[in-house]
């Protein structure tokens, strides 16, 4: 029975879910630049309050409010004390006086305001040798809290800083350095094993015998998972002895716990499908879904792990990954974000097996103006061996089932694949 898009994107979320859902939360402690990206693990409390302290605003002078409210309405005259550089904790500041203060220095004890050095007279600060029985006048008064950061202003310690499940970016992470943390506990990246099938198929950097090709998938399929943020515990070619792939899978999943066996290759309808021969009868199914390329896949569990197996056309393998997989990571595990899905006028003629969803690779253009939407172009034809193209765009570019030709002018959806393109 031929799957929708829809139905497969769902199968495989429900595979990788439940699997999720009954395995422990693994986490792990990382210094806080290591961590960008990551999702957390737990919630953090503030250790402390933020600002620490009270502090100054703004070069100027620490007062106490009160002195400068007279009766009489005139300027007061006061006292200049020592001055408070950003970094000591100064001594009280007594009545009558006034102490220079520098942005985000301690506010002494007593003082309650804060006076920017351009609303004193004189406005600019006394040297050491003109301090001694100076006194600054402030024409404009202070209310108690004028330029004064409270502690606790921004966080208070004792609560929620970062809940569990935040994405972790420079701004969560800079709030975690001011609270004095050093590292963080983050989930544990999704462990895959990864394994590229193929008599035909060799590591880039050997030489070709005749009817060999490159592994491009291993790359492929690698870095995509890398980039959304699952890790590659082995990757490794496996060639086309279904006896072979049952060994080589059984070592690798001794020696590397994962929580995905993902396998590109060998599933079609060819006399030498090793995928499908050493699991067709072990709780995979391989089956065709309506959408090209990336028609044939393989779904369900080795050993008890999730297995997705993939077509061996590099397209088609990086379309299964933009399709079914990494829409199920970023759900289920929080990254990666989903890709930003656009409308966009089609720049040519499209044409598509009705019967399948076709997804297209494009080159997106973003609108001139607000209120318009971009254009996308087609790159390269629809076969699934096309690696130029695809390294040429940026967009995949979907053409529902049920559309037989777009013309050009019409509207499509295309998912960004460089979000830097939004
Ligand atoms: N009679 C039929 N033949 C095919 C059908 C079909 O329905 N009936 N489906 C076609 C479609 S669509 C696809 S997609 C492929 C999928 O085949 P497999 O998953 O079994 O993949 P292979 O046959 O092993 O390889 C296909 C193609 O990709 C090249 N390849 C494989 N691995 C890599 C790699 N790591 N790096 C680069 N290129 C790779 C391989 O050499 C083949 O050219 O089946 C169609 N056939
Ligand atoms: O479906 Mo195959 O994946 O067309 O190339």
Sequence with gaps: MTRTVEEHREAVHRLLETSLATAPQRTETVELVQAAG???AVDVRAPGSLPPFDNSQMDGYAVRAADLAPASGQAVQLHVSDPIPAGIAAPVLAAGHAAPIMTGA????????VVPIERAVPDTFFTDGQRPGATV???DGAAAGDFVRRSGSDIRAGTVALAAGTRLGALQLGLLAALG?????VRAPFRVLLLSTGDEVVEPGRELAPGQIHDANSTLLAVSLQEAGAEVARARIVTDSPDNFRAQLREDLEAHPVDLVLTSGGISMGAYEVVRLALASDGVQFLPVAMQPGGPQGIGTVHG??????PGNPVSSLVSFEVFLRPALGALT???APRPQLPALLSEDAHSPAAKHQVRRGRYTPPAGAGTIGRVELVG???SHLLHALATSNALVHIPAGTAAVPAGAEVTVWLLDPADS
Excluded: E, N, S, T
Excluded at 106 to 113: E, F, I, Q, R, V
Excluded at 305 to 310: D, E, K, R, V, Y
């Design 38 to 40: 990551r999702i957390l």
């Design 106 to 113: 301690m506010l002494p004890a007593g003082a309650d305001a």
């Design 137 to 139: 006048c402030f024409p």
């Design 181 to 185: 943390i050093p590292a963080v506990q």
């Design 305 to 310: 792990i999730p297995f997705l197996g993939f």
């Design 334 to 336: 929080g990254r990666p």
């Design 381 to 383: 034809g629809p076969g």
